[in-house]
């Protein structure tokens, strides 16, 4: 699925980084937007999905809206709302930094966030797509 | 406490015995006040004046025990007009069990207090960050139905599937309310009159799409049914059954003081649609309700039954400028009745004031993030018509402007 997900580019720019055993899964754009608004909940084999993001006035985290969910960010912000204050759904946890963002990830089964690429040295291979 | 809130929380209980849970709780809240400046017609207030009378405080938890368990509850407290008191009530608390679970396919129910998922907005219209402006459009989610939809004691089923038409969410509800205000007897006879409207049966479905060719559209279509009868109504002995007939052949628009049976039964059949281009979001939510009051009875004499269509819709669009800024513009109008739609009619069955049965508004607005947690949103509305303001306070309705103006400043805090 690598010519089909967000790729690992070579400037500075968000990239979407996963638990280390998920490198078979969907990642395009499709099912990532359907991650982050928190309606596909499982991977292929139904284990459950963590999902982590940075803090809202992030650049990164703004960049990764815009640019691999293709939507703007007060649109998510306005999903993750109406899911938690109608009681429908959980928000994603938020995490401080890129580093913590790491770490979470990478120890967290079935656990998907994103960094900005220049971060990526920290990072071990089979948690990010790479441009083939 | 009814049934289904009862079993709710049994459900909670014997969740929390097992300590099984795979997930810590997560705690969000929300504030806001607002600040109203309403010179020509009253405004959640008695007079024509400013006022600080709408208010909200919401505390929310969600808890996933397992992937397919989750618990959710939350408290509200709103002050609304000078009715209402602002003592804590829960606005939902639910057992989830999401019993189907699959990458494209989720499918489960929700048991106990649920939110109504009517329209767009129904579901979150009491959280501040989450409305497009200081209310959510009122042609729409107008306030004297807010009680009969805004939550369901009892249930709803829902389904989610995603193939490569695009994402379908369908979510059937059935249950009951109560009302707790005197918001309907307002919005019917424009007093407080003996009885009561209280115990409501609602019954409905929601089905929403987000076609894969163009994802940043929604379109969406709700159907629900409420039903709803005088409770407690007056009772007149022979001889007072006499004096009041007396005075109704000399005033027939008395007949607020003589009704003893009323039924209100309405189907509403809501029809959504919002586009994100960029920067901006446009939306359009059109609703027709059928209501039919049936049972009716003054002085113990049936009355015939009435039937008339309601119609309200907006147009909106919100451009989100920047980070902090956004700003946005509504157009809305609302028919009590399409067939009496300047309330002519109206007037002269009931005694009441023709200018209740309509609305027609222009709604220009700003908001402010001070921090991604803070805000403050100001709007100005130019209005005719006066159905935006029945059902909240002890208005004198004889005295209303038909053109008016409204200002509102409110400030809004949520984790």
């Known amino acids: 699925m690598a010519w089909l997900s967000p790729l690992a580019p070579a400037c500075a720019s968000p990239v979407v980084i996963h638990h280390p055993q998920l490198a078979s899964e969907d990642f395009s754009t499709t099912s990532l937007v359907r991650i982050y608004a928190m309606q596909k909940r499982v991977w292929s084999d139904r284990s459950s999905i963590k999902v982590f993001t940075l803090p809202k006035d992030s650049g990164t985290h703004k960049e990764f809206v ?51 690429s220049k971060f990526l040295g920290a990072v071990d291979q089979r948690m990010y797509e790479v441009a083939q | 406490m009814n049934r289904s809130l009862q079993l709710s929380t049994l459900f909670i209980g014997l969740a929390l015995s097992t300590g099984a849970w795979s997930d810590k709780p997560t705690f969000n809240g929300f504030v806001s006040q607002a600040a109203i400046i309403s010179n020509d017609n009253p405004f959640y207030d008695d007079e024509p004046d400013n006022n600080f009378n709408l208010r909200e405080i919401g505390l929310t938890a969600n808890w996933n025990l397992t992937k397919e368990i989750r618990l959710a509850g939350q408290a509200l407290s709103r002050k609304a007009g000078s009715f209402n008191s602002s003592s804590p009530e829960i606005d939902f608390l639910l057992v989830d069990y999401n019993f189907w679970l699959s990458e494209h396919l989720s499918s489960g129910v929700r048991l106990g207090r649920v939110k109504n998922p009517y329209g767009l907005y129904n579901a979150t219209r009491d959280v501040p960050h989450a409305r497009p402006g200081v209310f959510v459009p009122r042609s729409v989610y107008f306030e004297s139905f807010r009680e009969a939809l805004q939550r369901i004691d009892g249930g709803t089923v829902y389904l989610s599937n995603t193939s490569n038409l695009g994402d379908l969410n369908i979510d059937l509800s059935l249950g009951s309310t109560t009302i707790e205000t005197t918001t309907v007897e307002y919005q019917v006879f424009q007093k407080d009159i003996v009885g009561e409207f209280k115990d409501v049966d609602v019954e409905g479905f929601k089905i929403e799409f987000v076609p894969t060719a163009v994802r940043d559209l929604t379109l969406g279509f709700t159907w629900y049914n409420a039903e709803m009868a005088l409770q407690d109504a007056a009772t007149f002995t022979p001889l007072e059954q006499f004096a009041g007939f007396m005075v109704l052949l000399g005033d027939p628009t008395q007949f607020t003081n003589y009704v003893t049976g009323f039924n209100i039964d309405a189907e509403m059949n809501l029809f959504s649609a919002q586009y994100s281009w960029n920067q901006w979001l446009f939306t359009g939510e059109l609703l027709n309700i059928d209501i039919n009051t049936t049972d009716i009875e003054v002085l113990h004499i049936p009355e015939n039954d009435r039937q008339a269509k309601l119609r309200g819709y907006y147009l909106q669009s919100e451009w989100f400028a920047s980070q902090r800024w956004s700003l946005y513009g509504r157009y809305e109008e609302l028919f009590n009745n399409v067939d009496d739609k300047d309330g002519i009619g109206f007037a002269q069955r009931t005694g009441g004031n023709a200018l209740t049965q309509y609305a ?25 018509g006066a159905a935006f303001i029945a059902g909240t306070d002890d208005i004198d309705y004889s005295s209303l402007e038909k053109r008016w103006q409204l200002f509102i400043l409110q400030m809004s805090y949520h984790f």
């Open chain 2, 360 to 384: 027609k508004a222009f709604t220009l607005g700003a908001r402010y993030y001070l921090t991604p947690d803070w805000s403050i949103t100001g709007e100005f509305s130019n209005n005719e």
């Open chain 1, 66 to 116: 815009k640019g691999l969910l293709l939507m703007q960010p007060y649109q998510l912000d306005r999903l993750w709302h109406r899911l938690v204050f109608s009681g429908t759904g959980s928000t994603p946890e938020e995490v401080s930094s890129p580093e913590e963002m790491i770490e979470k990830v990478r120890s967290t089964p079935g656990s998907i966030g994103y960094i900005d």
